[in-house]
């Protein structure tokens, strides 16, 4: 065993943040896909108009009117579950820096509770893939959902 992921970029489990449950399509699968992979680049029902229309229902800000970037990582695997959730937060100028921990927690929530994700399909096979949304933050408030 590889001290080393498969691909660069691969999410390992971890107990800790990981929901056991969740599966990938295939322990053995040697291949990452990533969300720009395949026919379309979102697969999302709706697009990414329906999660923004979704985020504006859920008013989420932060009270510290924080300006930069909080990206959520994931995995959707090929029934359209997600899971291996992962967080980074980037200040204004791209430096990695923590500014808001609850407005984080708030945002992986939010992307937790996105259910319309669609498996790739790749050559009539359902596939994996790794997603991210980056939520730039401007004054304490959601300004755009990348990408």
Known sequence: ???????VGDIEFDDKLDDPDFK???PEERLSL???????????KGEKLAIIEKLEKEKISSETMMNGYITVRFLVN????????RVQQMDADLKESVQDKILAEKLLRFTKSLNGWIPKDIKGLKAGYYQYLTYKIEDGKVSEVLP
Request: charged share 20%; aromatic share 20%; net charge positive.
């Open 1 to 7: 065993m590889s001290k080393y992921p498969a691909t």
């Open 24 to 26: 990938k399509c295939s």
């Open 34 to 44: 990533q969300y720009y992979h395949g026919e379309k680049q979102f697969n999302y």
């Open 78 to 85: 090929c029934e359209g579950k997600t899971g291996l959730f």
